[in-house]
Every structure is written in C-alpha cells, then in structure tokens.
C-alpha cells in the first residue's frame, strides 16, 4: 500500500482509469450479442425512471410502478408502430431502389459543379472521384439496413421481448444489484468508488435522457418541415435528422445530405425544394441550440466544445457511427473518473501528513 | 457472510434487514418514520465488515454517507487522541449525508465490525421517492446537526470567558 501512495497522483489517476476502461471495454465486449437491446433498455428505463418514482411517491410498490408503466409505454410503441411502421418500410425500401438513380443524379451535378468550378477558378478537383467512396459505403450500409429491417424480423421480435425484459428489471431491481456490485469494492475504496460511481451514473442519466429528448423534438421538427415543403419520404428523412443529432456539429451536416441527394437525383432539380431542404434543417437546428440545448444538454455534459469536435471525429474515424455517438458521454465520462482519482490520489498523499501535523 | 455472490447481488437476508431497521428506528436520525418505511429503506443500504484496526474512513477524505454499527466498535480520533467511542446502535459520519465535503476525523474500528451505509445517493433517491418520509429524516438531520453546533458554541464561549 505504501508504494501506491508514494506514486505521483497523476500517475495513480492514469492506473485507476486504465483499469476501469479496460473492465468496462472487456464487458461491452462479453455483452456484445446483446448489447443494443441492452442500451435501449437504459435509454429507456432512464426516461421511465422518473415517472415510476412519481407511481411509488403516490403509494405504489416499485413492481406495480414498472409494471404498470412498462405497460402503457410499450403499448404506445406497438400502437406507433403499427401507425408509422409501414410507411417508413415503403419509404426505406423506396429509398433503396432510388438509391442507384440519386448517384447517378448526383453524380451528373457534381460533375456539372466541376466543370464550373474549373471555368471560374481554374481549379482541378474531382469531385465525384473524391465522393465516390463515401457515396458507395452509404449504398452498402442501405442495402444491410433494408436486409436487417426486412428479413431480420425475428431479431426485431427477439429484442421486442428482450429489451421490456430487461428495462423492467433494470427499473425495478437496479438499486439492489447497484449496491450488491458496490459491495464488491475493497473497504479502503469503497467510498471513493461509491462517489466516483454516483457522479458518473447521475451525469449519463442527465446526458441520456436530454440527448433522447433532444432527438424526438429533432425528429418531430424535422418530419413536419419536410411534410410541409413537399419533400417525399418527410418522416424517413425526419426520424434520420433525429438520429444524426445525436452526433454533434457533424450531425445536421449529415442530415440535410439524404434529402439534398434525393432532390438532385431527380431529372430537373428544383431550387426552391433545395432551399426549402436548408432551411427545414437550419430551423431545427435553431429549435435544438435556442431552445433544447441550453435547457438540456448544456448542463449534463461540462467539456470544451474543440475538445467534442476533435473526440467525435477521432472516435468516428475509429469506430464508425457508434464511435461517433458515443464520444460525447465517454470523454465527460472519463473526465469525471479522472478528476476523481487524481483528488483521491492527491488527499491520500497529503491526508495523513496534515493529520500528524494538526495532531 | 457465506452467501454466494448471486445471493449478494440480487437479494439479502430479510431477518437481518429486519433487525437493522430495529436498531435505525432507536436512533434520533430515524425519529418519528415508521419502522415499516425503515424496513423497506434498509434494502437500499449496504453492509460492509471491518476487521479490528482496520480505518474505515480518515480524515480530508471526501465521504459518502453515515454508518450504522450494526456489530462491533467503532473509534473516533483526531490523530492519536480518540475522540469518542461508538457501539453497536450508534451512527457516525452523518454529515455526509448531505454535503460533498472532507471527513474530520478518523474512524477506525477496535474490533470486528459490520456497518451498514446509508449513502448520500440513497437519501436523494429516497427523497424522490418516499418525499414525505425523506423530509422527516431530513428535519432530523438538521436538529442533530443544529444541536451539534449549540454544544461547540457554548465550548467555545466557554473557552473564551476562561
């Protein structure tokens, strides 16, 4: 123990991250055959936690509270479900078959682009030559999407079971496994890892429940705006806006990409659909950084905006779409551990001193 | 002590919750709560043992709730002199409870003992929860920290005059 303490804080810190990083990477692994259903279940017990507390408050037991929430919501999922589900299956399946002819549109503005771009400034870029790879990993990732969504219906089925399982037990029973995993904890760490614990869980569930919230009003915003201007496929291409505000600053950029692909693909492109586009993206992002990013992300997540930017391309560039989704809630996450542990470290190097001295 | 990690994780003795809320129910922070609400808080408490000597926790670091003595004893000291000494019923460390601040003396237990935490956590989850019985807890809490202040006013004018 002695050499422990006489480490520099820093490098105390450093190993205690480590250690809960590489726990943390070896379960996300063990649990990867089920790890999706699993975070759909945290996002959404986090959003069902604080109405089942307002269930108990009322004198309900904590199974009834669950139950009878888990209920309600689930039958609402279904009843969206079969609302929404076949129009966003015609329109995912359209979009598909549409997909090869928006290239081939697009392809022909780029190239037009090119060749005006070459007459103004005399500059020689190739455009569809630098696009071309990105525009066929999206046909990739189309065609597996519309093969997952289509045929993997009995993956769809098996999460639809798997994740009111889990959210029910996470909602009822989360305190008693919590405690029973803290209690695994040596005594000489178990306050500060009860601490470090507590500040983590409080700020993801702060993060995620805001980032939902934050998604749906996107969504929402967005699918009425394109319905309004006459776009096709308005909810497919509102419910993606949604899903791609999930990644800040990059986020919007890539939800207008989709619909502006549509419109150019088109035998004679109109101006005013392009523009209308722009503005229906420009308006919800107005709606999310006036109104729902200073009431609710802006407090759950303390990092430097350069500091996003940079952690979201680099862990995009790493890992792909998740990568990039989960940037955010792992650097404030990390931030918090390390702070943490190095306080820790620092009071045990100086605590028993002052102790001695003010004796 | 011999249940099987499963037995931890998922459910705990109910007897032993019983008699911990018991010893909770005698004690001022608990005034006026019924045991019934005691019981069901209990379950969201967690037990740890100390063997003798061992530091439970020590001053200027930063704590994370009260305990309970649910067996054992339990040293208070500032450095070498021991303060006070605690027994099986007796709680310490409440002021974590409700601030995020360093603890002010040491706690080492001078014999085997189980504690049971009552995390700061708990008590916000409880507050959110059960906000009838939370709030009594909380009166509580500040009249034994209201009276813990008189006592250290009066040494002190006690002190000064001297």
């Known amino acids: ?359 | 002590m011999s249940d099987s990690l499963w037995g931890n994780l998922f459910s705990r003795n109910k007897t032993w919750d019983k008699q911990v809320a018991a010893l909770w129910a005698q004690t001022p922070l608990f005034n006026d709560i019924p045991y019934n609400e005691i019981a069901r808080l209990v379950r969201d408490m967690v037990p740890r043992d100390y063997s003798e000597g061992e530091t439970i926790f020590s001053r200027g670091e930063e704590g994370a709730g009260a305990a309970l003595i649910v067996e054992g004893e339990v040293e208070i000291r500032a450095g070498d002199v021991t303060l006070t000494r605690l027994n099986t019923g007796d709680f310490f460390g409440e002021v974590a409870l409700v601030l995020d601040v360093p603890r002010t003396a040491d706690a080492v237990a001078s014999a085997d003992t189980r504690l049971l935490f009552f995390l700061q956590a708990g008590l916000e989850e409880w507050l959110n929860r059960r906000p009838y019985y939370a709030g009594r807890l909380s009166k509580n809490l500040a009249n034994i920290l209201a009276q813990r202040l008189i006592t250290a006013n009066a040494a002190l004018a006690d002190k000064a005059g001297s």
């Open chain 1, 1 to 359: 123990m002695s050499t422990v303490a006489q480490r520099p804080p820093v490098i105390q810190a450093l190993w205690g991250y480590a250690i809960i990083v590489l726990i943390l990477f070896a379960l996300l692994f063990l649990l990867r055959p089920i790890l999706l259903p699993i975070i759909l279940s945290l996002l959404l017990a986090s959003l069902l936690e604080p109405q089942v507390n307002r269930l108990v408050r009322m004198g309900l037991t904590d199974s009834w509270a669950t139950f009878a929430l888990l209920s309600v919501t689930l039958a609402l999922l279904v009843g969206s479900g079969f609302w929404a589900g076949p129009a966003l299956m015609d329109q995912l399946l359209a979009m598909k078959s549409r997909f090869p002819q928006m290239l081939e549109g697009f392809n022909t503005s780029l190239t037009a682009l090119n060749s005006w771009v070459m007459a103004h400034t005399g500059l020689e870029i190739d455009l569809v030559k630098a696009l071309e790879g990105v525009l066929a990993e999206i046909n990739v990732w189309l065609s597996d999407l519309v093969v997952d969504i289509a045929s993997g219906l009995a993956q769809a089925v098996f999460g639809f079971i798997l994740v009111p399982i889990i959210t029910f037990f996470l909602l009822r029973d989360y305190r008693a496994a919590r405690n029973g995993l803290l209690s695994l904890l040596p005594n000489r760490s178990f306050e500060k890892g009860c601490l470090i614990y507590f500040r983590v869980t409080r700020q993801l569930h702060k993060y995620m429940r805001g980032v939902l919230i934050q998604s749906g009003i996107i969504a929402a915003v967005a699918s009425i705006g394109f319905g309004f201007i006459g776009l096709e496929m308005a909810l497919l291409f509102g419910i993606l806006s949604g899903l791609f505000n999930l990644i800040p600053y990059l986020g919007p950029l890539l939800s207008a990409i989709p619909p502006l692909l549509l419109i150019l693909s088109s035998a004679s492109p109109e101006p005013y659909l392009l523009l209308s586009v722009v503005s229906v993206v420009l308006i919800a992002q107005a709606v999310d950084n006036l109104l729902v990013v200073p009431s609710l992300i802006a407090s759950t997540v303390d990092l430097h905006p350069l500091l996003v930017i940079l952690g979201v391309i680099i862990a995009g560039s790493l890992f792909g779409f998740w990568g990039m989704l989960l940037a955010i809630p792992f650097m404030a996450v990390s931030k918090i551990i390390l702070r943490d542990l190095y306080r820790v470290a620092e009071a045990s190097l100086k605590g028993p001193a002052g102790v001695r001295v003010g004796a």
